[in-house]
Every structure is written in C-alpha cells, then in structure tokens.
C-alpha cells in the first residue's frame, strides 16, 4: 500500500506540475501574443530568399558545437566510463 507520505507527495508534484504548465502556456500565450502585436499585417515587407548564413557556415558551426559539447562533457563521460557505465 502506499503511505499517506508518498500520496501527499505525489499530490505535490502533480499540482505542483500542473501549476507549472499553466504559467508556463500563459507566458507563451502572452509572449505571442505581443510578437504578433508588434509585426505588421502584412507580409509584403518579409523577402524570402537565401539564408542568412551558408552550406559551409553551418557545417562549421555544427562541428564546432559538437567539439565543445564532447570538450564540456569529457569529464563526465571518463567517469562514468571508469565506473563501467
């Protein structure tokens, strides 16, 4: 059976995330909301055309990203690694 303890906790964390998503949608909603405020009605003025940064660029940005995150993580991943994980 499970304790009053662990019911009341789970009470918790379910209001407690369900509380979240509420102000969470309610921030997105009001964040949207004042974008879509702000730009104009029409879209005349937005050109669709190349993007603002090449091929080459992101395949440059994307190695880099992920020599920094195995650099940021190496230590991470010897110890678990040491640990048999």
Request: cysteine-free; charged content about 20%.
């Amino acid at each position: 059976m499970i304790s009053v303890l662990t019911q009341e906790r789970l009470l918790g964390a379910t209001l407690g995330s369900i509380f979240t998503g509420i102000v969470v949608f309610e921030q997105r909603r009001s964040i949207y909301r004042s974008i879509s405020d702000t730009q104009p009605q029409s879209n005349s003025q937005f050109q669709v055309g190349e993007p603002i940064i090449g091929k080459e660029t992101r395949s440059e940005l994307a190695r880099m990203w992920n020599k920094g995150v195995d650099q940021a993580f190496e230590p991470a991943i010897q110890y678990l690694s040491s640990r048999g994980w």
